[in-house]
């Protein structure tokens, strides 16, 4: 595979991924429901399904709060670990830390032999945003080193026509 080819098949992945995630972001009334269920009937399956719902929020405190919970129902030994690793990574994913969220995903695949399709694409979707910022962060770097640099050439010409 070509290289161009692969970069297309990756930024095709994250364009896949953040879509998924943008449709899939709770709504209050669900999240007020399963709060709700946790508080009724606590339990570590209903926990969970209140996490997951949480981990693909757009704010950013209850994408913590779902990775808090997540990571709890992972430290006492909850049955769907994969599922619960996976909704934390998606949660760093949203809150724009990418290398914890490509980590993960990470410890996912090699805990499945490369089998989880989701987290493949996580994997993924983490690797092209991270270079994606890190690209833009340097351009917005080079960009102010050559104002600076122009500033003082201007102040540097400017004196001299004393």
């Known amino acids: ?17 953040d879509e998924m995630l943008a449709g899939s972001v709770p709504d209050n009334a669900l999240l007020a429901q399963l709060s709700k269920q946790c508080t009724d009937n606590p339990s570590q399956d209903n926990s969970f399904q209140y996490a997951f ?33 996976y909704g934390s990574a998606v949660a760093y994913y949203l809150l724009g830390d990418f290398a914890r969220s490509r980590a993960i995903a990470e410890m996912i695949l090699r805990s499945r032999g490369g089998r989880h399709d989701l987290a493949s694409q996580l994997h993924t979707a983490s690797i092209v945003s991270k270079e994606q910022r890190d690209r833009k962060q340097a351009a917005a770097a080079l960009g102010g080193t050559v104002a600076v640099a122009a500033i003082g050439v201007a102040c540097l010409l400017g004196g001299r026509k004393r």
């Open 1 to 17: 595979m070509s290289m161009r080819t692969r970069r297309s098949r990756e930024l095709g992945i994250k364009q896949h991924v």
């Open 53 to 85: 719902a949480l981990c693909k929020s757009t704010d950013e405190g209850e994408l913590a709060h779902a990775v808090a919970i997540l990571d709890s129902l992972v430290a006492n030994g909850y049955e769907h670990q994969a599922d619960c690793l």
